[in-house]
């Protein structure tokens, strides 16, 4: 797999597809065969129960690792490739559940960061975020995925196609205007910064 690097090593992604089109439509199937539940935003509001639609309007699933081992050994194998090509972390791991999204029309994800270091303080600290666009193109419009910034603006992603990045980049993705984005979406952690 080849890799385009972007931003000093803060962004990755794979040149072409992850996956295949079938094997994407394998992923969002074995999605809705978990319970759906609105996205929350952050660990006070996951508590709460409480669901803040003006900052995220998502439908979410979390996906066991025995329902699909092979698709989290490909991506494991991928990051770690990509972890040691651009990032150079230090005992990175895979602890958490994958995370299937829907984006209905309407749907977002306003700016956020996935490393949460003032509740998330305990080993492992999420580090890598991974996203990997299951829909086609022409099965919604919208809902890009920016990163903080002007210069931080990323061609949309292809089907099957991962991005890579920085846990602690600023991100977002924007109001889908049609049809329904799906995505995969993973953290990979490892030790407390230094």
């Known amino acids: 797999m080849i890799y385009e690097p972007k931003w000093k090593a803060l962004i990755a992604n794979t040149i072409g597809p992850l996956f295949s089109p079938q094997q994407c439509q394998n992923i969002i199937d ?8 609105n996205a929350k935003v952050g660990h006070i509001e996951e508590k709460e129960g409480k669901h803040d639609i003006k900052a995220r309007v998502t439908i979410i699933s979390w996906i066991p ?7 989290y050994k490909t991506i494991e194998e991928c990051m770690n490739r990509t972890n040691s090509n651009h990032f150079g972390y230090e005992g990175m791991q895979l602890t958490e559940y994958a995370q299937f999204t829907e984006y209905p029309k309407g749907g977002f994800y306003d700016w956020h960061m996935d490393a949460n270091l003032i509740c998330r303080n305990e080993p492992p600290v999420r580090k890598i975020s991974m996203t990997i666009l299951l ?17 931080h603006k990323l061609p949309p ?32 952690g490892g030790p407390r910064f230094k």
């Open 65 to 71: 690792f025995k329902a699909m081992p092979d698709i």
């Open 135 to 151: 829909s086609h193109h022409s099965e919604f419009e919208g809902g890009d995925m920016e990163f903080m910034g002007e210069s």
């Open 157 to 188: 992603l292809i089907q099957g196609q991962a991005i890579f990045f920085n846990s602690l980049l600023r991100h977002r993705v924007i109001k889908v205007k049609k049809g329904v984005r799906r995505s995969l979406v993973m953290w990979f």
């Open 30 to 37: 074995i999605g809705h065969q978990q319970k759906a539940q």
